[in-house]
């Protein structure tokens, strides 16, 4: 009798094993594409990714950069400070983007230019992304806000 309750208990705890190795390759499947690594303009400049990789693209939009009346596409330069790279995105760019502001974007770069899918833009008068933030720092241009 004791050896029937051993196996049974020793089978269950197999089967927890298995659901869970599973569940987590699972889920490591469904997230493959819904990772997105930031990197700051001297990052991608210095170790340009693939292609087919997308990343986030975040820093400042430089002066005099942003391009508009191309049909729907609007170019702009993004840099920290050590490194500019030119993006285009097509689409409606948030309210409160703007030049010199703070800004993240999602997409790929192809050819040298990095074509955003998103856009993403400061949403107050003090916000700034955490990752464009200590980037900014670390390229020690960063200027924190007034008030």
Not at 93 to 106: H, K, R, S, V, Y
Request: aromatic share 8%; net charge neutral.
């Amino acid at each position: 009798m004791k050896s029937l309750k051993k196996k049974r208990r020793i089978q269950v705890i197999l089967l927890a094993f298995i659901a869970l190795g599973l569940s987590t390759g699972l889920i490591g499947y469904a997230m493959r594409d819904g990772i997105n690594f930031f990197r700051a303009p001297a990052q991608v400049m210095a170790d340009p990714p693939a292609a087919t990789e997308t990343f986030r693209l975040g820093g400042l939009v430089e002066e005099n950069s942003l391009v508009r009346g191309q049909g729907e596409t609007i170019t702009f330069r993004v840099t920290d400070g050590a490194a500019t790279v030119p993006v285009a995105f097509t689409g409606i760019l948030p309210d409160l983007f703007a030049e010199n502001q703070g800004m993240i974007g999602t997409g790929k770069l192809v050819d040298g230019v990095f074509i955003a899918s998103e856009i993403l833009a400061k949403h107050d008068e003090t916000y700034m992304p955490k990752e464009v933030m200590d980037a900014l720092k670390d390229q020690g241009v960063y200027q924190a806000p007034s008030g």
